[in-house]
T-cell receptor
């Protein structure tokens, strides 16, 4: 049971390049999330998904797209990277509890946009 | 939006002492709270949670206290060890934003040997 995994761990992009971050979970969780973490700030929600085939915007969705084609995978895409997207990205997953449910996080992807 | 903050950005304690990390939240509708530990270069790790129908919950060496009157959350770590050195986040889950969490910026705990 690997929990939540993310690939790649590190990436450097030039402004305008595109890339996709992959998140996978083996806990059969319904909900999945993408966050970004910047120095001195709390985690901010980019997009989330409440089930296969569904996605929704979070707090800071601009410049990102997501897809949830399979229950176990949640992809985060940057179509045209900008330096402001330099950050550490975390994926998380949780069950569909009625009253909130614990979110489990992946190890993160450190992205630098030059 | 919701505000989740921490009173002390950095806390230094001696090994073996008890640590207390505080968190204030602003949304009185929040009814589920989690404490996470994040070590350098790693993702947040679940420590303990508490729901609004409780005032206190204990785990192994950790206790979370919830004071709904003043909207305050605390994490107590007993007999702090060097391995406890990390950044600790609190997160709140408002009842009207099911499974959306709002995170504080974190407190860094330094344990001195």
């Amino acid at each position: 049971n690997a929990g939540v995994t993310q690939t790649p761990k590190f990436r450097v992009l030039k402004t305008g390049q595109s890339m996709t971050l992959l998140c996978a979970q083996d806990m059969n969780h319904e909900y999945m999330y993408w966050y970004r973490q910047d120095p001195g700030m709390g985690l901010r929600l980019i997009h989330y998904s409440v089930g296969e085939g569904t996605t929704a915007k979070g707090e800071v969705p601009d410049g990102y797209n997501v897809s949830r084609l399979k229950k176990q995978n949640f992809l985060l895409g940057l179509e045209s990277a900008a330096p402001s997207q330099t950050s550490v990205y975390f994926c998380a997953s949780s069950g569909a509890g009625v009253w909130g449910d614990t979110q489990y996080f992946g190890p993160g992807t450190r992205l630098t946009v030059l | 939006g919701e505000s989740v903050g921490l009173h002390l950005p950095t806390l230094s304690v001696q090994e073996g002492d008890n640590s207390i990390i505080n968190c204030a939240y602003s949304n009185s509708a929040s009814d589920y709270f989690i404490w996470y530990k994040q070590e350098s270069g790693k993702g947040p790790q679940f420590i303990i949670d508490i729901r609004s129908n409780m005032d206190k919950r204990q785990g192994q060496r950790v206790t979370v206290l919830l004071n709904k009157t003043v909207k305050h959350l605390s994490l107590q770590i007993a007999a702090t060890q060097p391995g406890d050195s990390a950044v600790y986040f609190c997160a709140e889950n408002p009842k009207d934003n099911f499974n959306k969490f709002y995170f504080g910026s974190g407190t860094k705990l330094n344990v001195k040997p």
